[in-house]
């Protein structure tokens, strides 16, 4: 079964990679030059290629870390030294672009091995749902379009899913390297090397708490009654487990190497005096709420097999009404907070290339009120992803959602990219579904696949002051 297993990876990803090489040089033949982000990333990456490397050659309007161009120039300049070829070649936008492709191969392989490692190994049809599994977060929509591109979130995806993948192994020294590389790429990515050390604490929390469970089975306490008495016992047990120097002794060797990445971190921004270097104006830090709930609904269109259906419907409308207190309290909460907390960025109002450009104004600008009235979908879409969650431990969960709000509240700017990250480690820590959902969802994701790539190459349009071509994209 393994050797089969290994066949059928073998073969899922040989075509995702034949198919993406097609692709490429579709890419390649439409773009000759930068666009969009590339034309300060491309250059930036050439003059580092050139061996120019001083803060002089600095473009400020980058405002993420140089890692994607000194990885670049790491994988293209021995190209030169082996086939000779020319600093024109290795340092060209088709080459640079390439080492993004290359990225992909090795993300798809890191699905494929934390898939292994995070979910359960005891079925003979789980080796095709891991197929699967890969397969679909391999051509994730948003995720898939970058791989053609010079843009951040190829390596960002692959040094997090890396250190992700180290963590979980227990090779913790390894691990922090990896999130060091993934916040050089960006610096956003630091929360994912905290959620790292997290995912250490939820384990070592989880086995107490089952050991505390286990000794209070046996003295048949008095059971502790009323609404919030499960997270009364957690928060006594989280308490009492803290008080304890063996406890965060044990914690503190274990996550030490996490711990030294976050000094890094904090000295860093200590120095630059704040986590964006170059142009701080257009990326301010704030408040915004509701990109939490834009998670929640981006994740529930993307994982519609697994998060939509009659049952899990059914199921949140008798919870509504068997808890309809504490419902009405979350969305008055929920409303509030769209009402004070919505921002729009100047450049999601004024850049009609992104798909988000078209969602916020034909949905939230067309009617003030359908900001409101989008919140029961909000709600169900957050209860259908922390129900789909229910397999992890509670610290699991808490350290997960605590992560997903750091990295998506502070953000100013709607932008579908920001999502991925957050999206794939729940897509991967979610029970493996039927076969049948995982071939939906494959297909829905190579339709959109198709359209997305169909319209860019496609269908250009040109600003009426430029005589550039413009494309619609993610």
Request: aromatic letters at 20%.
């Amino acid at each position: 079964m393994a050797q089969l297993e290994g066949y059928y990876f073998s073969a899922a990803l040989s075509c995702t990679f034949l198919v993406s090489c097609l692709l490429f040089s579709a890419f390649s033949r439409a773009l000759r030059e930068p666009y969009m982000d590339e034309i300060f990333h491309l250059p930036q990456a050439q003059r580092y290629c050139e061996g120019h490397f001083s803060l002089s050659q600095w473009d400020p309007m980058i405002t993420t870390l140089p890692g994607l161009y000194l990885l670049s120039v790491g994988v293209v300049k021995p190209a030169s030294w082996i086939f000779g070829w020319s600093e024109h070649v290795v340092c060209s936008i088709g080459m640079l672009r390439f080492v993004n492709l290359l990225f992909s191969v090795g993300n798809f392989y890191l699905l494929y091995l934390l898939l292994r490692k995070v979910q359960p190994r005891h079925k003979a049809s789980s080796c095709i749902q891991r197929i699967l599994s890969t397969l679909t977060l391999a051509i994730f929509p948003t995720l898939y379009f970058f791989n053609f591109l010079y843009y951040t979130e190829a390596g960002s995806m692959f040094f997090t899913l890396f250190a992700y993948l180290m963590c979980l192994y227990g090779n913790h020294k390894t691990s922090a390297l990896l999130g060091f590389c993934g916040f050089m790429f960006r610096q956003t990515n630091i929360i994912w090397a905290i959620f790292c050390a997290g995912n250490v604490i939820a384990q070592k929390l989880t086995e107490a708490w089952k050991t505390e469970l286990q000794k209070k089975k046996e003295e048949r306490p008095t059971p502790i009654k009323g609404p919030f008495s499960e997270f009364r016992k957690i928060l006594q047990f989280l308490l009492a487990y803290s008080m304890s120097f063996k406890n965060l002794s044990m914690l503190l060797l274990l996550t030490w190497p996490y711990i030294l990445l976050m000094f890094l971190f904090c000295a860093f921004v200590a120095v630059n005096g704040g986590i964006v270097i170059g142009d701080r104006s257009s990326h301010e830090a704030c408040l915004h709420f509701p990109q939490l709930f834009y998670f929640f609904s981006f994740t529930l269109f993307f994982s519609f097999p697994h998060l939509l259906s009659l049952n899990k419907i059914r199921a949140f409308l008798c919870l509504v009404w068997k808890r309809r207190i504490q419902f009405f309290v979350i969305t008055l909460v929920s409303i509030f907070l769209v009402w004070k907390f919505t921002y729009a960025h100047k450049y999601l109002l004024a850049d009609n290339r992104h798909y988000t450009f078209y969602v916020w104004k034909r949905v939230f600008q067309r009617y003030e009120i359908v900001k409101y009235l989008l919140v029961p979908v909000y709600i169900f879409a957050g209860w259908s992803i922390a129900d789909s969650l229910k397999s992890k431990s509670i610290f699991w969960n808490l350290m997960f959602f605590i992560c997903l709000f750091t990295v998506t509240v502070p953000q100013k700017l709607l932008e579908f990219r920001y999502f991925i990250l957050p999206y794939v480690i729940y897509r991967l820590n979610i029970p493996l579904p039927p076969t049948s959902r995982l071939v939906c969802e494959l297909g829905c994701y190579a339709v959109v696949n198709f359209l997305t790539f169909y319209i860019f190459l496609n269908k250009t349009f040109q600003w009426p002051n430029s005589q550039d071509i413009q494309r619609f994209m993610w």
